[in-house]
């Protein structure tokens, strides 16, 4: 069984690009949610999907987007970026059965310069 | 909105010796709570959680947490810490009819020899 895996690992882009981060559920999971960690701070929710539907959202604004797929898989788009859009950004999956439980990637290191 | 406060921005300790990182949240009618560990450039990986039952919980590395409802408190300890403790923590709560998880701003730990 494969746990939560995210790509790329790290990725360098320029303030106004768009940018797509992709996560690959653990296996039985259906529940995705995305965070971002600033450095030095803890992860901040963002959005959450289940079923394929946004099933919840942060204090994010609406450039940052996303969406999930019928093998569970996930994707986070996030547009006209900004310096302060450089953080971790960190996928975490739960199992249908146990959705208490979150399992997380090791996460994209996103650098906007 | 749940909030986490996480007392101890670093925490340094001696090899062997006992260790306990604190974690306050605010109140709610019912929570379930939990401790992830992030290695330098890792994800987040679970150490324990607290979803009801025993007040004391028991996490892998031989970390435990005890649940206090009264102080709002669910602070982290081990009795003997290795180097290889040295890490990041990160006290997280999710109100149970939410499927966000609200985080602290982190704990690091450092064992020095």
């Known amino acids: 069984e494969t746990g939560v895996t995210q790509s790329p690992t790290h990725l360098i882009k320029t303030r106004g690009q768009q940018v797509t981060l992709r996560c690959s559920s653990q296996?039985?999971?259906?529940?995705v949610s995305w965070y971002q960690q600033a450095l030095g701070q803890g992860p901040q929710f963002i959005f959450q999907?289940?079923?394929?539907?946004?099933?919840g959202r942060g204090n994010f604004p609406p450039r940052f987007s996303g969406l999930q797929f019928p093998n569970y898989s996930s994707e986070l788009n996030v547009n006209a970026l900004e310096l302060d859009d450089s953080a971790l950004y960190l996928c975490a999956s739960s199992p249908r059965e146990s959705p208490t439980e979150a399992f997380f990637g090791q996460g994209t290191r996103l650098t906007v310069v | 909105a749940q909030s986490v406060t996480q007392l101890d921005s670093q925490v340094p300790v001696f090899e062997e010796a006992p260790v306990e990182l604190r974690c306050n949240y605010s109140?709610?009618?019912?929570?379930?709570l939990f401790w992830y560990v992030q290695y330098p450039n890792q994800g987040l990986q679970l150490l324990l959680k607290?979803?009801?039952?025993?007040?004391l919980v028991k996490g892998i590395n031989g970390f435990e947490a005890e649940f206090n409802k009264s102080q709002t408190s669910f602070h982290l300890r081990k009795p003997s810490v290795h180097i290889s403790d040295t890490a990041e923590y990160f006290c997280?709560?999710?109100?149970?009819?939410?499927?966000?998880?609200?985080f602290g701003t982190g704990t690091r730990l450092l064992v020095s020899p």
């Open positions: 296996s039985g999971h259906n529940t």
């Open positions: 999907y289940y079923r394929e539907e946004e099933n």
């Open positions: 109140s709610s009618v019912s929570v379930y």
């Open positions: 997280a709560v999710r109100d149970t009819g939410f499927q966000k998880l609200v």
């Open positions: 607290y979803l009801s039952g025993s007040t």
